[in-house]
């Protein structure tokens, strides 16, 4: 009885996490991803809600401490540039080269959306958590989270066109805003 409430406790705290990278996503997919990027974009929003907290579980308590400010205001500013960016070329821009999550681009949003993640992890020593069985549902849980955010996302585009670029934008905007002031 006792593993089944540890399982639940840990899928809780994977959907709560989770639940970032699905929030970016909605804003993320409405522009206009094809089903190869959504589905590469989900499993590397997986894997680095895999690593992180193992990463976060090896450097410890001190690290967090000296960076865990920094890292989550730059995280907040990387939204904040995706935002902004996607906001420009909606706006400004040329419809062929609007923002999308490529390359470095998909790196850092991969890691914006992970970061929280890595505190977590620093927990896991503290907790006596079955390390590798939760890091896995950590990563499950974000990654279908982020597949379902980016879909929901191209839908509304696909409904409001132009507008759900802007909508997409200001989401983003607003996230990293949030991630930076609160």
């Given amino acids: 009885m006792?593993?089944?409430?540890?399982?639940?406790?840990?899928?809780?705290?994977?959907?709560a996490l989770g639940m970032d990278a699905f929030s970016v996503s909605l804003g993320i997919g409405m522009n206009q991803l094809r089903r190869k990027q959504i589905?590469?974009?989900?499993?590397?929003?997986?894997?680095?809600?895999?690593?992180?907290?193992?990463l976060g579980m090896f450097l410890g308590e001190v690290l967090i401490k000296k960076i865990g400010f920094i890292a989550a205001v730059?995280?907040?500013?990387?939204?904040?540039?995706?935002?902004?960016?996607?906001?420009?070329?909606?706006?400004?821009?040329?419809?062929?080269h609007a923002a999308r999550p490529v390359g470095i681009g998909l790196l850092l949003f991969a890691f914006g959306v992970s970061i929280d993640s890595f505190s977590v992890g620093v927990s896991f020593g503290v907790m006596g958590l079955k390390?590798?069985?939760?890091?896995?549902?950590?990563?499950?849980?974000?990654?279908?989270?982020?597949?379902v955010g980016l879909l929901i996302g191209n839908k509304f585009h696909q409904v409001l066109d132009v507008y759900s670029k802007v909508i997409g934008s200001v989401i983003l905007?607003?996230?990293?805003?949030?991630?930076?002031?609160?």
Avoid: D, R
């Fill in 74 to 96: 730059g995280s907040g500013f990387i939204l904040l540039a995706l935002g902004f960016h996607m906001l420009y070329t909606t706006l400004f821009g040329e419809k062929e």
């Fill in 2 to 15: 006792e593993y089944v409430s540890e399982m639940i406790s840990i899928m809780i705290m994977a959907f």
């Fill in 39 to 54: 589905f590469q974009m989900g499993l590397l929003v997986g894997f680095f809600h895999i690593w992180m907290p193992l």
């Fill in 131 to 147: 390390v590798v069985l939760t890091t896995l549902i950590f990563g499950f849980f974000a990654m279908v989270l982020t597949w």
């Fill in 173 to 182: 905007i607003a996230f990293g805003l949030k991630i930076i002031f609160f």
